[in-house]
């Protein structure tokens, strides 16, 4: 079946440490996103990607960074620099125009930094 | 920047009532989408609104949108327990490929 898979689902490190989070989708969609999920808050956008090895900075992208090198895959590297990285962090991926489809979500990842 | 807003964020109800949940966004856009999501669970659409005055229905939950008053709704119709859940309305900036998300409503039915 085809879907997006987000590893590991539960995330333990300590402050200081860089931490990258994987996001694998089999749909053959060009657009990947990540998006951060405080606690009783929406979705906040911290990285896309439309096509492979490009992609735009969101609202909250200081911080992370991002690879786009295979269509398929679009992992998300959480810095020391970020202040507040204990979150639910999702991805999502599209498949054309946003207009026609909505964004499909994975299962997402659960960090936490103490 | 475009903002998104919720109202209510928090809504307790009964089953078999009726409610709405509204969705107020602050720039122009023709795009709008519901998604619900369970607790410790990833996001689940629900309807995608391309049109003013665009009306979608599924089982119970019904979406409307009118892009002149940038407003969408989620009615809620004859509430049952298995529609608690948290809410999410999002919405396309001009066409900016992305998604703005509202805060969520959670929503609880109670027996």
């Known amino acids: 079946d085809g879907g997006i898979t987000q590893s590991p689902k539960y995330l333990f490190r300590k402050e200081g440490q860089n931490v990258t989070l994987s996001c694998e989708q089999n749909?053959?969609?060009?657009?990947m996103y990540w998006y951060r999920q405080d606690p009783g808050q929406g979705l906040r956008l911290i990285y896309y990607?439309?096509?492979?090895?490009?992609?735009q900075k969101g609202d909250i992208a200081e911080g992370y960074s991002v690879s786009r090198e295979k269509k398929e895959s679009f992992p998300l590297t959480v810095t020391s620099a970020q202040k507040n990285p204990t979150a639910f962090y999702l991805c999502?991926?599209?498949?054309?125009?946003?207009?026609?489809?909505?964004?499909?979500f994975g299962n997402g990842t659960r960090l936490t930094v103490t | 920047e475009l903002k998104v807003e919720q109202n209510p964020l928090f809504l307790s109800m009964q089953e078999g009532k009726n409610y709405t949940i509204y969705c107020n966004y602050s720039?122009?856009?023709?795009?709008l989408y519901w998604y619900r999501q369970d607790p410790g669970k990833s996001l689940e659409s629900l309807f995608v609104?391309?049109?003013?005055?665009a009306v979608k229905q599924e089982g119970r939950l019904m979406a409307s949108l009118d892009t002149k008053a940038r407003l969408s709704t989620l009615h809620i119709t004859a509430a049952v327990h298995d529609l608690s859940a948290t809410y999410f309305c999002?919405?396309?900036?001009?066409?900016?490929?992305?998604?703005?998300f509202g805060q969520g409503t959670r929503l609880t039915i109670n027996p």
């Open positions: 999502a991926s599209l498949a054309g125009d946003i207009g026609n489809s909505p964004l499909h």
């Open positions: 749909l053959n969609h060009d657009a």
């Open positions: 990607s439309q096509i492979v090895n490009d992609f």
């Open positions: 720039t122009t856009s023709d795009r």
């Open positions: 609104l391309l049109s003013n005055g």
């Open positions: 999002a919405v396309d900036p001009q066409g900016a490929q992305k998604l703005v």
